[in-house]
């Protein structure tokens, strides 16, 4: 459907590019920043970007809040930023989120009983395939190891002595 | 024979979920604001940027907030819908302009027409993250006790208008 994905462009790279190249230019072994505003206390940027991380971008869908370029989520970067200075604790922020994105912005879907599905779903499967496997291999186990009937022993004896008759 | 129908019946299973899962929108995040309170705001209007408008105005009536902006394309193909809508008279109709420029906001509504009553006027876009709004346009359906009805996110046709907004409005105004 046509929907304006807020103003989500593709020009991250070409930026990306142009803001290497100018960071190169001006300040020769200075890491490139992102244009964020800068804070000026690294601890608290590295809590802003970890708990970023996280988070979905609403917009980009496949992208964490701390990966995404879209301004939607630079705002959120900054609210996140801006509740961590005062004060806030990362599960308060979480909550926030959810409370106007609901569970989908969370990278981990919390364990619910509409999730249980979603957490369990893989180890199921690989249950279901080791009773397949267990199975098949007991079949042929069973295949492999045939009863034999008292005259096929005879007539198997038989053929042993007569083997060994001709070969001598 | 049997033993091909267990992995065909498996095989079959995940076509059809997989199937279901092609007609979902996944831009269709549910809304977790439905049946809560509207979050509050006290923002300056967009023509008169010296008056504000609060959610707390409309208390007692059941109206529609349209979040919009010029920059927002799917906005342009849904602007005679509201057009209409507000023509009708059926639902008191509210415009909030979303991290726009307000020139530009005004340029847009002179030139294609303004069905709304007032607009508000989110520069920042800090009303919009409390309304979880993420992709523009977004329309909510707010209820007399100004509780959040109905949300929908991406452009009003004349469909949703006629087969939801409409019946809850209405169902509403009785209430």
């Known amino acids: 459907m046509l929907r304006d994905v807020l103003k989500e462009e593709g020009h991250s790279f070409s930026r990306l590019v142009a803001l290497l190249l100018l960071s190169s230019a001006l300040a020769p072994g200075v890491p490139a920043k992102e244009a964020a505003p800068a804070a000026a206390d690294p601890a608290l940027e590295q809590r802003v970007m970890t708990l970023s991380a996280e988070l979905r971008c609403l917009v980009c869908q496949n992208q964490t809040l701390a990966d995404s370029n879209a301004p939607l989520a630079e705002d959120l970067r900054n609210q996140v930023r801006e509740k961590m200075r005062q004060g806030a604790s990362d599960s308060e922020i979480v909550d926030y989120m959810v409370a106007r994105y609901g569970d989908f912005v969370l990278y981990r879907p919390p364990f619910k009983l509409t999730t249980v599905l979603l957490w369990f779903g893989p180890l199921l499967l690989l249950a279901a395939g080791f009773v397949v496997l267990l199975r098949r291999v007991l079949r042929r186990r069973r295949a492999q190891d045939p009863e034999m009937t008292a005259s096929e022993r005879k007539r198997a004896a038989e053929l042993l002595a007569g083997n060994e008759a001709e070969r001598r | ?175």
């Open chain 2, 1 to 175: 024979m049997n033993r091909f129908i267990l992995p065909l019946a498996a095989f079959a299973a995940l076509i059809a979920l997989l199937g279901v899962g092609l007609t979902l929108n996944p831009r269709e995040v549910p809304s977790p604001l439905i049946g809560k309170p509207a979050p509050h705001f006290e923002l300056p209007q967009l023509h008169e940027g010296a008056k504000t408008f609060t959610e707390k105005d409309m208390l007692g009536k059941v109206w529609v907030l349209n979040v919009w902006a010029s920059w927002c394309v799917s906005c342009r193909e849904e602007h005679p819908v509201l057009l209409d809508l507000a023509a009708s008279g059926a639902v008191p109709l509210y415009g909030l302009n979303y991290k726009d420029k307000r020139e530009d906001g005004l340029a847009w509504l002179k030139g294609m027409g303004d069905p709304y009553r007032l607009s508000i006027y989110d520069f920042d876009g800090k009303v919009g993250i409390d309304y979880g709004v993420y992709g523009v346009p977004e329309t909510y359906v707010i209820d007399k006790l100004g509780v959040i009805r109905y949300k929908r996110i991406g452009p009003l046709t004349r469909e949703i208008v006629k087969d939801k907004v409409l019946p809850l409005v209405q169902e509403l105004g009785r209430a």
